[in-house]
């Protein structure tokens, strides 16, 4: 990642696509640093935190939030992309499609059409693409944050490092190596709950894991992530069913290939399973 | 001076002076409770806080608690081992190691003060103990030292608690550091149903114990305490443990086995088994900094060989793949961790079985990657029919047959079980009564019968090789270590045989090529005085004829027009022949002076003395190393032999008249 000058400001642009804006309002729970990286960092354009805004740049970092959903966003991400020295992707959505990724799958289950007219009153407005897919698979990209939301943490640790001009500390490391280095007890071996974690990246130092709940998966799989393996491990000696396997690995990151290995391989998210299909083509007949 | 012979007896609700002692003393007392339902540990401040009547059941993959209902629901600390170690006392997940300033070009470091609070760790098991004493060696143990660390563990006091309830997990007593506690701890106790059998370990623990003013134990409550052990003993017998004999040398012969990649098919490679270890180590120094770079604080935290970023150059990863840091974790473990250390890594506290999310067990793993013996059908272990010098089964000769002019095969049959699991390169003691007993190598084992190939050179073998086809001969056997075909496991075979030195070899071939796939390229020479002594002839060609295995047979002379092979001493065969000694085993049988030359000759091309195997004659006359007879060095051939490796014969091989 090139570092930016330091004797100009650097131009920073928060944006959004298809997302909930959970990820943005991590830069505003920085706190008091903030006023810190308001030295080094010029905001010229965060449409969630103020008014003044600069929405075609130039940034020295554009952080983007959010899939590409639509025609219209898929035009406006490349034309960002020229506008930016450094793209940085932030949250589940913009770095594996997120939820609404799920979709792709619709397939089983009536197409885009059918989720559309059963979803939405007018969908005549509604103009959308068949999949919501990561930036990555549009435009280059530089660096990801990853969660759903990210975090603040991870977030400072990037900005610090790039203003320093040293690599961020970003690991790969499972979830399992914070549950850990917490304390905290493993809640899939002591309580048999089915827990993402061993093949997701950490970041959010077990959050999830400290509420006494498994890990849903929302940083997305991590480097060697074996999802199989796990996946087995869960119908095996956790008494999952295939259906519930898939369920679990059919999150917020359900569209990373990984995670969509394994949901294939037991069959495709509920709800748009090919047994559904199947079904639904009974019911019909 | 400590008295290490009597033993106090704490009762039940003694226990909490002796926390509140500790206290007083201005420790922080660590011990087992109750939190997010796991029995951990954490401060506690009396006997109240303490997992009184619940204990834990723990299986690969799973741990559960619960209520104890087997009577002894009164019991504190039965249970068997926590979800993390005392490492999280001694050596925390993540410490502050230095703190660095920079202004400008100018740089200013601090110092981080090691002021650790003095511990109190209550109720350490054996195995536990062993591994904090292994990380005394290793971060302790210089020429470095880790100042935090050794903070900690100077200050630490413990009290050991005796191991009543070894989990399905647990394989303390295979790896020796469990389950009775035997050294390393201020106080040991031991719990029964009404209290605690106590012995001081320390001066400070001596000191400590007088203060409670306690009474002697009874002779009936040092018995029970004494059972305790023996029953956690063998309730760990029970269940699988891991072979500890020559398992280092075993794992690094086993670099490139299969069984690397079938284990990282299955492992996450999420590091839970080397976080929860008491004993693994591994941490990466953090920095962290304000957004000017003008103050970093550098931390220590816990890392593993487990992760990608482990073993992350400029150019590229050293470990890639799952399987190769299961490799690099179970290897430190259970072999370079013996040469870096002087012991084995693993205490067998069962942590890294129980808290893997997909219930990879290391005691399986090195089964299936280090077995002990070579995966082969109907090899059982060898069990002598008697240990009686006097006594012998009866066998019936199936036939007999000359193989050259002095040379005879005996095919014996109605043989006692035993003696048809026996392995290559054991022998049998054959006793024909009014006959001195002999030690005849088994040529081949078959189906509920086995071939005796024998050389007549008295008139013992005069008479078993004339023995016609029914008649009885006694037996005792097989006895003896054969072959260890496990050497070469993953490695090209080069096997080498002289004269009448060729029949114990022939049941080693019989077996490698049942189990061909473990082994590389294998190769036979054979060496005989003439074309006339050369023996299994026609094996030998039918041999020769495969693709898996190449043979070749030099005479020391032949009359001219009788034979078109080579001629000249057996080492000229492979002098010519390139080995690669680094992954080579070999087996020689054959006259003492030839396996001589033979071993030196193959030393010469790279194989370690521990992988040139040698199977030494002298005279038994028992075989269970009773008699005195067989001699040589330190060994008694029949018992500790026949086979040696190069390695273990070490001088006593050309000593004349050893």
Same mark, same amino acid.
């Not at chain 1, 130092?205 to 992530?225: K, V, W």
């Not at chain 2, 951990?40 to 741990?63: H, N």
């Not at chain 2, 470095?144 to 997990?169: H, L, M, N, Q, W």
């Not at chain 2, 070899?505 to 189990?515: A, G, H, N, Q, T």
């Given at each position: @990642?090139?570092?930016?000058?330091?004797?100009?400001?650097?131009?920073?642009?928060?944006?959004?696509?298809?997302?909930?804006?959970?990820?943005?309002?991590?830069?505003?729970?920085?706190?008091?640093?903030?006023?810190?990286?308001?030295?080094?960092?010029?905001?010229?354009?965060?449409?969630?935190?103020?008014?003044?805004?600069?929405?075609?740049?130039?940034?020295?970092?554009?952080?983007?939030?959010?899939?590409?959903?639509?025609?219209?966003?898929?035009?406006?991400?490349?034309?960002?992309?020229?506008?930016?020295?450094?793209?940085?992707?932030?949250?589940?959505?913009?770095?594996?499609?997120?939820?609404?990724?799920?979709?792709?799958?619709?397939?089983?289950?009536?197409?885009?059409?059918?989720?559309?007219?059963?979803?939405?009153?007018?969908?005549?407005?509604?103009?959308?693409?068949?999949?919501?897919?990561?930036?990555?698979?549009?435009?280059?990209?530089?660096?990801?944050?990853?969660?759903?939301?990210?975090?603040?943490?991870?977030?400072?640790?990037?900005?610090?490092?790039?203003?320093?001009?040293?690599?961020?500390?970003?690991?790969?490391?499972?979830?399992?190596?914070?549950?850990?280095?917490?304390?905290?007890?493993?809640?899939?071996?002591?309580?048999?709950?089915?827990?993402?974690?061993?093949?997701?990246?950490?970041?959010?130092?077990?959050?999830?894991?400290? @509420?006494?709940?498994?890990?849903?998966?929302?940083?997305?799989?991590?480097?060697?992530?074996?999802?199989?393996?796990?996946?087995?491990?869960?119908?095996?000696?956790?008494?999952?069913?295939?259906?519930?396997?898939?369920?679990?690995?059919?999150?917020?990151?359900?569209?990373?290939?990984? @995670?969509?290995?394994?949901?294939?391989?037991?069959?495709?998210?509920?709800? @748009?399973?090919?047994?559904?299909?199947?079904?639904?083509?009974?019911?019909?007949? | 001076?400590?008295?290490?012979?009597?033993?106090?007896?704490?009762?039940?609700?003694?226990?909490?002076?002796?926390?509140?002692?500790?206290?007083?003393?201005?420790?922080?007392?660590?011990?087992?409770?109750?939190?997010?339902?796991?029995?951990?540990?954490?401060?506690?401040?009396?006997?109240?806080?303490?997992?009184?009547?619940?204990?834990?059941?723990?299986?690969?993959?799973?741990?559960?608690?619960?209520?104890?209902?087997?009577?002894?629901?009164?019991?504190?600390?039965?249970?068997?081992?926590?979800?993390?170690?005392?490492?999280?006392?001694?050596?925390?997940?993540?410490?502050?190691?230095?703190?660095?300033?920079?202004?400008?070009?100018?740089?200013?470091?601090?110092?981080?003060?090691?002021?650790?609070?003095?511990?109190?760790?209550?109720?350490?098991?054996?195995?536990?103990?062993?591994?904090?004493?292994?990380?005394?060696?290793?971060?302790?143990?210089?020429?470095?030292?880790?100042?935090?660390?050794?903070?900690?563990?100077?200050?630490?006091?413990?009290?050991?608690?005796?191991?009543?309830?070894?989990?399905?997990?647990?394989?303390?007593?295979?790896?020796?550091?469990?389950?009775?506690?035997?050294?390393?701890?201020?106080?040991?106790?031991?719990?029964?149903?009404?209290?605690?059998?106590?012995?001081?370990?320390?001066?400070?623990?001596?000191?400590?114990?007088?203060?409670?003013?306690?009474?002697?134990?009874?002779?009936?409550?040092?018995h029970a305490a004494a059972g305790i052990g023996v029953e956690a003993r063998a309730r760990m017998a029970e269940q699988l443990g891991v072979?500890?004999?020559?398992?280092?040398?075993?794992?690094?012969?086993?670099?490139?086995?299969?069984?690397?990649?079938?284990?990282?098919?299955?492992?996450?490679?999420?590091?839970?088994?080397?976080?929860?270890?008491?004993?693994?180590?591994?941490?990466?120094?953090? $920095?962290?900094?304000?957004?000017?770079?003008?103050?970093?604080?550098?931390?220590?935290?816990?890392?593993?060989?487990?992760?990608?970023?482990?073993?992350?150059?400029?150019?590229?990863?050293?470990?890639?793949?799952?399987?190769?840091?299961?490799?690099?974790?179970?290897?430190?473990?259970?072999?370079?961790?013996?040469?870096?250390?002087?012991?084995?890594?693993?205490?067998?506290?069962?942590?890294?079985?129980?808290?893997?999310?997909?219930?990879?067990?290391?005691?399986?793993?090195?089964?299936?990657?280090?077995?002990?013996?070579?995966?082969?059908?109907?090899?059982?272990?060898?069990?002598?029919?008697?240990?009686?010098?006097?006594?012998?089964?009866?066998?019936?000769?199936?036939?007999?047959?000359?193989?050259?002019?002095?040379?005879?095969?005996?095919?014996?049959?109605?043989?006692?079980?035993?003696?048809?699991?026996?392995?290559?390169? $054991?022998?049998?003691?054959?006793?024909?009564?009014?006959?001195?007993?002999?030690?005849?190598?088994?040529?081949?084992?078959?189906?509920?019968?086995?071939?005796?190939?024998?050389?007549?050179?008295?008139?013992?073998?005069?008479?078993?090789?004339?023995?016609?086809?029914?008649?009885?001969?006694?037996?005792?056997?097989?006895?003896?270590?054969?072959?260890?075909?496990?050497?070469?496991?993953?490695?090209?075979?080069?096997?080498?045989?002289?004269?009448?030195?060729?029949?114990?070899?022939?049941?080693?071939?019989?077996?490698?090529?049942?189990?061909?796939?473990?082994?590389?390229?294998?190769?036979?020479?054979?060496?005989?005085?003439?074309?006339?002594?050369?023996?299994?002839?026609?094996?030998?060609?039918?041999?020769?004829?495969?693709?898996?295995?190449?043979?070749?047979?030099?005479?020391?002379?032949?009359k001219v027009g009788t034979w078109s092979g080579a001629v000249g001493v057996v080492t000229h065969l492979f002098d010519r022949e390139p080995?690669?000694?680094?992954?080579?085993?070999?087996?020689?049988?054959?006259?003492?002076?030839?396996?001589?030359?033979?071993?030196?000759?193959?030393?010469? $091309?790279?194989?370690?003395?521990?992988?040139?195997?040698?199977?030494?004659?002298?005279?038994?006359?028992?075989?269970?190393?009773?008699?005195?007879?067989?001699?040589?060095?330190?060994?008694?051939?029949?018992?500790?032999?026949?086979?040696?490796?190069?390695?273990?014969?070490?001088?006593?091989?050309?000593?004349?008249?050893?």
């Open positions: @990642m090139p570092v930016p000058d330091r004797d100009e400001p650097t131009r920073v642009g928060v944006v959004k696509f298809a997302s909930c804006d959970g990820c943005q309002l991590a830069f505003l729970d920085i706190g008091p640093a903030l006023l810190d990286i308001g030295v080094i960092y010029q905001i010229v354009e965060f449409g969630e935190a103020s008014s003044n805004r600069s929405p075609d740049g130039p940034f020295d970092i554009l952080f983007v939030e959010g899939s590409i959903s639509t025609d219209e966003q898929a035009h406006h991400i490349r034309h960002l992309r020229d506008r930016a020295a450094v793209l940085i992707t932030i949250g589940a959505c913009a770095t594996t499609g997120g939820i609404q990724a799920l979709r792709a799958w619709a397939g089983n289950d009536g197409g885009i059409e059918g989720f559309i007219d059963a979803v939405y009153a007018t969908p005549e407005y509604v103009d959308t693409l068949a999949t919501a897919k990561p930036v990555a698979d549009y435009v280059d990209v530089d660096a990801e944050l990853r969660g759903c939301p990210i975090d603040t943490g991870q977030l400072v640790e990037l900005l610090t490092a790039t203003a320093i001009g040293r690599r961020p500390q970003l690991p790969s490391e499972a979830v399992c190596v914070q549950c850990k280095r917490a304390g905290k007890i493993c809640v899939m071996v002591s309580r048999g709950e089915p827990c993402l974690g061993p093949i997701i990246s950490g970041g959010c130092n077990a959050l999830c894991p400290g @509420m006494a709940r498994g890990c849903y998966g929302c940083f997305g799989p991590r480097e060697s992530a074996n999802g199989l393996s796990l996946a087995d491990w869960y119908g095996e000696s956790l008494g999952l069913s295939d259906e519930q396997v898939a369920a679990r690995f059919a999150g917020f990151t359900g569209w990373a290939p990984e @995670m969509r290995e394994v949901i294939e391989a037991k069959g495709g998210p509920p709800g @748009m399973r090919a047994d559904d299909a199947a079904d639904a083509e009974g019911g019909a007949a | 001076m400590i008295d290490l012979t009597t033993r106090a007896w704490i009762a039940r609700e003694d226990l909490d002076r002796l926390i509140a002692l500790l206290r007083e003393d201005g420790r922080k007392v660590v011990g087992p409770t109750v939190r997010d339902s796991a029995i951990v540990y954490d401060e506690v401040g009396s006997t109240a806080d303490l997992p009184t009547g619940i204990t834990d059941e723990q299986a690969p993959g799973r741990y559960r608690i619960s209520k104890d209902s087997d009577g002894s629901a009164g019991k504190s600390f039965d249970f068997a081992s926590s979800p993390t170690s005392w490492k999280s006392f001694t050596f925390p997940s993540k410490v502050p190691i230095a703190k660095a300033l920079r202004d400008g070009d100018r740089l200013a470091y601090e110092e981080v003060s090691h002021d650790s609070p003095r511990m109190a760790f209550l109720g350490v098991r054996a195995c536990d103990i062993a591994a904090m004493e292994i990380h005394d060696d290793v971060l302790a143990g210089g020429p470095y030292i880790d100042e935090d660390y050794a903070d900690r563990r100077g200050k630490a006091f413990i009290v050991a608690v005796g191991c009543a309830r070894p989990s399905g997990t647990c394989f303390c007593a295979s790896m020796g550091t469990g389950p009775e506690v035997s050294s390393g701890f201020d106080i040991a106790l031991v719990e029964l149903d009404d209290g605690y059998v106590a012995k001081a370990g320390s001066e400070a623990g001596q000191k400590l114990l007088d203060r409670l003013g306690l009474e002697e134990a009874s002779s009936v409550q040092m072979a500890t004999e020559g398992l280092r040398d075993r794992l690094m012969a086993q670099l490139e086995s299969t069984g690397w990649d079938e284990i990282g098919e299955r492992c996450l490679a999420c590091t839970n088994c080397t976080m929860v270890c008491p004993t693994c180590f591994c941490t990466d120094v953090t $920095q962290t900094s304000d957004l000017f770079g003008t103050e970093t604080v550098s931390e220590r935290q816990w890392a593993s060989c487990f992760t990608l970023d482990f073993a992350r150059v400029a150019h590229g990863n050293f470990r890639p793949e799952v399987k190769d840091r299961y490799r690099q974790w179970l290897t430190h473990k259970f072999s370079t961790w013996v040469d870096q250390f002087g012991s084995y890594g693993c205490v067998g506290c069962g942590r890294c079985i129980t808290w893997c999310p997909v219930g990879i067990d290391v005691r399986k793993s090195l089964q299936q990657v280090a077995p002990v013996k070579p995966p082969m059908a109907g090899t059982l272990k060898p069990v002598p029919v008697s240990a009686n010098p006097g006594s012998y089964s009866i066998a019936t000769v199936g036939d007999v047959w000359p193989e050259t002019k002095n040379v005879y095969t005996l095919l014996l049959k109605d043989l006692p079980e035993a003696v048809c699991c026996g392995t290559p390169g $054991q022998f049998l003691m054959l006793d024909l009564p009014g006959f001195s007993a002999v030690p005849i190598s088994i040529s081949r084992y078959r189906e509920g019968e086995i071939f005796l190939t024998i050389r007549t050179e008295g008139a013992t073998t005069r008479a078993i090789t004339s023995l016609e086809p029914g008649s009885q001969i006694g037996l005792r056997g097989p006895v003896g270590k054969g072959w260890p075909l496990a050497e070469a496991f993953g490695r090209d075979v080069v096997i080498v045989a002289g004269g009448i030195g060729l029949p114990p070899l022939r049941p080693l071939v019989d077996e490698i090529f049942k189990s061909r796939g473990h082994f590389g390229r294998v190769r036979l020479f054979y060496g005989a005085r003439t074309p006339k002594d050369l023996l299994f002839t026609e094996e030998l060609k039918a041999w020769a004829a495969r693709d898996d295995i190449s043979i070749g047979v030099t005479v020391d002379r032949a080995i690669d000694g680094s992954h080579t085993t070999a087996y020689i049988c054959g006259p003492e002076r030839m396996m001589s030359a033979v071993a030196n000759s193959l030393a010469g $091309q790279g194989i370690l003395p521990e992988r040139l195997f040698l199977s030494m004659e002298r005279q038994m006359q028992c075989g269970i190393g009773l008699c005195g007879h067989c001699q040589m060095g330190k060994n008694f051939v029949c018992k500790d032999g026949p086979v040696f490796s190069r390695r273990e014969l070490g001088e006593m091989l050309d000593v004349e008249g050893l």
